[in-house]
């Protein structure tokens, strides 16, 4: 059925949206834990149901969490897994300056593009910021919302298919405007959490020599963390322009000013 | 008299509603249990009254219930029934990214075209969207919703009749907006509540084996619930995704983690 | 001094207001006891004043009573009953979807046109919708407020006569907004609000036989009721779909299901 | 120097605004107490500083009272004893409808008309609704709010004089909005708050017989009384419908049912 | 240095400012007291500061003070003594009814015009009208001030000198909105506060003979004041009106009825 | 690497940017103490790791410090340490009057144009002016907030590589407003807080004598203060204009009144 889908669905639209997912991957997804092997198996499963041939025409999936956490790049990745024909993406890199009538309309036009082939996916990045959403007042664009609040829930056409993957870092204000529950299904994106967690990203770097990661492990080891994969990375880049030898400690004294991890009692 | 009306009503608008209506009742309405047979009578007492001829011009009818319940689904069954040669949707899924003064107008022509025909039958679906409802403010359209306060009201032109049928998953934002007032009657569409609800749309479903249902009848024998029918039927389609064996464990334990069935004490 | 008038005034608006009080008359004023006697007097008695010589320019009455009381009929029916030659209706029904200066330009046409006749009568219904009132926030039109406290206090020009007759379901708030000080005089509009006013209605009704109504009276007697009488006849209307037989049964059951009457104890 | 103005001032305006004053000045002026003289001395007063070559270029005052009370017609009084040749009315009801900078542009060309002339009078009316004050919110056109707190203290262009005269029910609001500061002086225009008062408004009527009077001054006698001018004078026009015998009566119940007067103990 | 810019500035905007700096000093600049001259100190070595070739490029300067204190002559009076060959005023009187945007346009053309001088002197008078403040609410034009703040730090130039002198009579509010600390100083412009300074005004007119003013000088010595200088001259010019030997005592209980002194124990 | 792009760059922008951060660096930056050397120090390390091919492609540095701290300086001298060959600087005093759109557009175009070069830099001052903060209400432009968030976080192209240096004296806001967590790091720009830090600004100044020096370093030897660079330096500049024997006594009074520096107990 899926591949039946595939050549007949007279509309493809590579390029663009491929190369944009190759951005949002650009560090590629490195599984540095349970949380990851979880959403990448949840959002499989979910996944095969927007597929399937007597499955409902419209699955739609949210992933939150903290700034940073890889959210944006896990649904890259969910994107180009499931091999749908037609990907497209709703950016609000691609809308600054946007009015909000402006951003609704190129919101809506991706989705109608999306209804006219047979297996598509749509990924709606940063949904707090489509939404304009100021903390002071607060303020949001309500037209996005109801626009938002209806595709979300909105059949795509009798034997179509539809898939949609949402990233946001304010589940808290989702849930007030009430379009939690507009999804089939939300994936936690977590933040690395332990030692552990944070060696399996070290390892992968060639920042550190074997003996400093072997000093990072038992500095870390037993110790509670919460940093999101992106920053993480980016420290990394940071005390790379050091004293490979100062490294180690500069990463540490910089994962812990900023409360990345526990202070050893 | 509903006879003659049918013979000499010009402008009798079958297709485009007809299509719209199918899709609404995709599934089409289970019947599984009571509270689906009375919204069922009651709407048919309410339609007779619409189409007799010494009764009023103006009958409105409200379908309140939680999201997922079914609202509108029955919504289209009434219209289906009713018999009314016009029959014409209002829908948010057809305004997305519209300003609210355009909703407004695309509402104002469909009642505007329902006045012109002898019997008609107006589905108004989803209100709080078609006010563009925002929780967070709270904000609306108030031009919308002035408008629907005027025809859910406006009697048609002597002579003519109209059948008004409305869903809302938000009934008491439409009461302290002092909607609720203005229909003939108010329908309440529960969501299933009991084991035996539930075992009626699992019979109808083509996912379980004979024995699946014995024991699924078993396990959920007695317990409360409190989930929509449409969320029930996605359940089912996720599970079919599974494993035949395991299914029954998988939406059982579905079911109860996302709290729509007591946990056993 | 009003037949002089009749005879010289030149520009006599006979026809759409004329149907349109028709209308709003659809089932006549059936008089169901004091109240009703009440409002028509002190109608009578300001109709007097307006259109005598040596009388003020300007009466303005409001009727204001709950939803369904009968209002838009008593306001049709004492503008019929003033016999001024001009006559015109200022209602929401004709403005839907009108924005607030669409709405307010309307209002301020019709007093224009009425200024230019000798003895004329302005019907105003509904004003809290011609406010665009919306209770959430709460909202309304400023521009037509503004424009309604001018417009009920402002004299005609020099020897000519106006009468203004507004209704309102809304005292509570036409008094915050500092309405009610504008008009010459007040007048409520009630509910039937005893078992004998209901008697009176009933037995207009050809839905009763009068075994029927000697039944219903003797439930009736004594007890308090509050329903208006829109809804009353909606609901005789209702009971008519039914067997004969149970019609007194459910109209009793249905007035008492929905609070129109008080249980007996 | 006053005369030497009127001679050589070269567009007096006379016309609109003189006819304008008239239908304020309807039922003229009864001096029914003192608080009449006294705003009729201290305006006059005022209006000889606006006039003297040595004063001030401009005098601005403000005739605040309860709603009909009698200010406008003794702005117009005032207006018209100021014998200055150039009037102009600035009335809300000459703006029904207006948007508020249209409204603003209206008040800014009738004071720049007003500084073309030696020796001008500009009649503001009723500023609280000129200001679009709207008492839910609450709300207000400050647009106009602006151009009035310049407008009111702008001196005319040297050796031209201008007399402001506004008037409004709503002192406590334009405090609130720093308004009354602006004016030269504030005038209170006082109800009629005792039988005496309400006894030389009632002699100067043509409703009643002397026995009328006598009947009603010993009622009235030593009574504390609140009511405004204009509805005192508005009861005796009602009253004058009804049968000659009955309207001292219907006069007395009438003022103590609205509260005009206080009940006898 | 100063005179080279005089003789080298190819821009000086004579006529127009002039003319109006005259009308805001019509009465002159009477020292009452020490007040008067710590502000005239002040702004002369603030004017030197801002004339200086090795100074800043910039000064500003704030007198604020109740209403009817004198600020604006003091403003005008200071603009004159600068001796700056470009004056230009910003004053609300010349933008009656302008939107928020002409406003904004009309402060910033005035500015770029002083740019383009090598010394240029801006007046801007009374601030909260500019920024059209409405204390209900409140209200205030955000572009005007976004504008005024940036323009109130924004160096000319490299090479040229601009001095501004602003007005206000609402210190807090300026200092809530955060514009206090754009200013070089700011100067306190004081009311008359003893009898001592209301007798420097006194003397000054022609309103009183040698007796009235001994009798005035013991009957306000050693008692509190609080009136501003435009105050106290209007009151003079009002007496003046009055019987010359009654002014005195008029005078004494207008200060007294309006709160201006104490009263004597 | 940084040498190789500076060669091939092809749209280098000299000129208008280099003129402006000179502007800004009128003064040059003095070392007054240890908080400008670890300003300085931070931003190289960043501005090395901007510039580092296998580093990120975007790095955004906040200063953020008091009103006249010298943020706008060091962010100047930050941009000209980085030599990167294209510089651009999104100033709120190039675009006073500018609408919230117009200011949005613009802040755009300078970023698009930045994304064209091979290395750039971006100067964006004082945030709380770009984006209209008024701290009554509290007021800010959304559509100017929502561009910066998607723009702070939006990396370049590929390969190309950005670095943003913003300014702003309202950290608090900033954070309420969410943007703080955008930047790669944010830097305390710090007022002068000890009398060895004023010593070291009034020793560059040629304001001063020896003795003078000598004097002011022992009245403020051990106490404490909090006072920007620039007002510091203004204040000189105001003491120059008075008599070379008073300025010390001059400065340290001033000093004292305006709470710089803490009174001697
Ligand atoms: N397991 C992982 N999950 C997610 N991203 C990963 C993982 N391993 C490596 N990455 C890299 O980490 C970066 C995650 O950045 P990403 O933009 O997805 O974060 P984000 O949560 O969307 O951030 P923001 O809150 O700013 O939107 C990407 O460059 C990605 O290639
Ligand atoms: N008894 C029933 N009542 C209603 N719908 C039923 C019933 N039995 C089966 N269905 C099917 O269940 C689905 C109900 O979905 P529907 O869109 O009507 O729910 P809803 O309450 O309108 O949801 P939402 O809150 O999202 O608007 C339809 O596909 C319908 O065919
Ligand atoms: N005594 C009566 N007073 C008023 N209406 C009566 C009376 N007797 C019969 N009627 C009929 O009852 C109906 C009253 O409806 P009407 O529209 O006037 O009510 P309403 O109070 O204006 O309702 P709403 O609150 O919806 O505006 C009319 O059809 C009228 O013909
Ligand atoms: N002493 C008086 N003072 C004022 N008006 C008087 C007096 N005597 C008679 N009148 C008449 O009373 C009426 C006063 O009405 P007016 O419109 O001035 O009242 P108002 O206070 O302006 O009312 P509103 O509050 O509606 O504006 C006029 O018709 C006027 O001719
Ligand atoms: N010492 C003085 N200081 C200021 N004004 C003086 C002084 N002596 C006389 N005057 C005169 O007093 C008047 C002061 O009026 P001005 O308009 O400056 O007051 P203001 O404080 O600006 O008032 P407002 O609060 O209405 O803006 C002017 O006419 C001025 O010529
Ligand atoms: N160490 C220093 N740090 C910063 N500025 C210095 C330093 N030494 C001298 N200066 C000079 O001090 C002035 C600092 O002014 P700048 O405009 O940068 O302050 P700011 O904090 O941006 O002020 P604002 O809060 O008004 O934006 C500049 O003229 C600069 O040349
Ligand atoms: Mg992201
Ligand atoms: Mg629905
Ligand atoms: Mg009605
Ligand atoms: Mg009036
Ligand atoms: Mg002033
Ligand atoms: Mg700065």
């Known amino acids: ?13 590579f390029g663009a949206a491929d190369e944009k997912l190759d951005t949002f991957l650009s560090r590629g997804i490195i599984n540095w834990g349970d949380p990851v092997t979880s959403v990448l198996d949840d959002g499989e499963l979910l996944i095969q149901q927007a597929a399937s041939a007597d499955g409902p025409g419209l699955v739609s999936i949210l992933l939150e969490g903290a700034p940073n956490a890889g959210k944006t790049a896990l649904a890259a990745q969910l994107a180009k ?31 109608d ?10 990924v709606v990045d940063n949904i707090e910021r489509l ?3 100021g903390p002071i007042g607060p303020r949001y664009s309500n037209l996005t919302l109801q626009a938002l609040l209806v595709l979300l829930k909105k059949e795509p ?25 507009c999804f089939t299904d939300v ?23 074997k003996d400093d990661l072997a000093k990072m492990a038992s500095k870390l080891s037993g110790r509670k963390a919460s940093v999101g994969v992106k920053k993480l990375l980016g420290l990394i880049d940071m005390v790379k322009q050091t004293d490979p030898k100062s490294r ?17 009692a």
């Open 187 to 209: 994936l936690h994106v977590a933040n690395l959490s332990t030692g552990t967690h944070l060696m399996s990203i070290l390892k992968q770097s060639d920042a550190f020599t």
């Open 248 to 264: 180690v400690v500069k990463l540490l004294s910089k994962l812990e000013e900023e409360g990345y991890i526990d202070l050893v």
């Open 1 to 13: 059925d899926f591949l039946h889908a595939l050549e007949n669905d007279i509309k493809p639209a």
């Open 81 to 111: 897994d499931s091999g749908f024909p037609f990907v497209k993406i709703c950016s609000p890199d691609d809308m600054v300056g946007f009015t909000e009538s402006a951003k609704c309309l190129q919101i809506k036009k991706i989705f």
């Open 157 to 181: 056409p009798k034997g179509r298919r539809l898939l949609i993957i949402c990233t946001s870092s304010r589940r808290q204000v989702l849930d007030q405007m009430e379009m939690i529950s």
């Open 131 to 133: 939404l304009d959403y």
């Open 113 to 122: 593009d999306a209804y006219r082939s047979m297996l598509s996916c749509v």
